[in-house]
């Protein structure tokens, strides 16, 4: 894959607001409109961009406390990986599972109404998953977004 300094201001632009039009985008870089749909259509082709996506404010929807949740579990070997994955994604509180290597085997981000709604979503629905082990619960107090590498 080949890109040039246009598509990786593109990638640049729409990673901040995806929702800018075609015309906006390639008036910045005197691009037709065309032209810039093409490299956007080349960009999603190559899988460099993969979807679009909302950037929802959780508490003002009324989900006010966000958990990071690292599982280890308990019968590696007897639950299958697949079948933990699709259970817990299952859980619509869960908004991203990370299969990862240290002392948990899942990273999980959960959200919540309040701490008493995150306890029923952690005793009723994920601690009773077949081969959950050891679960370590980080409260968010806040978040920076940081724009990455890009």
């Known amino acids: 894959m080949s890109f040039d300094d246009i598509d990786r ?21 005197g ?9 956007i259509k080349r960009l999603r082709d190559l ?13 003002k929807l009324g989900f006010g406390v966000t958990v990071f949740l690292g599982i280890k579990l308990a019968t590696k070997g007897r639950v299958s990986l697949d079948d933990f994955e699709r ?14 290597l240290g002392l948990y085997d899942y990273r999980l981000r959960v ?5 008493a709604d ?3 979503v952690l005793r009723r629905r994920v601690m009773t998953l077949p081969g959950v082990g050891d ?5 968010m107090l806040s978040e920076e977004r940081r724009p990455g590498p890009l």
């Not at 593109?10 to 870089?29: K, Y």
């Not at 899988?47 to 508490?59: H, I, P, Y």
């Not at 959200?111 to 701490?115: F, S």
């Open 118 to 120: 995150f306890e029923r």
């Open 31 to 39: 691009l037709s409109q065309p032209a810039t749909w093409r490299r």
């Open 47 to 59: 899988g460099v961009l993969t979807t679009r996506r909302l950037d929802l404010d959780a508490q």
């Open 135 to 139: 679960v370590e619960a980080n409260v």
């Open 111 to 115: 959200v919540a109404r309040d701490l």
């Open 9 to 29: 201001q593109l990638v640049l632009l729409l990673a901040r607001d995806a929702s800018q039009s075609t015309t906006q985008l390639g008036r910045r870089f």
């Open 87 to 100: 259970a817990i994604g299952a859980i619509p509180e869960v908004q991203t599972v990370d299969h990862v």
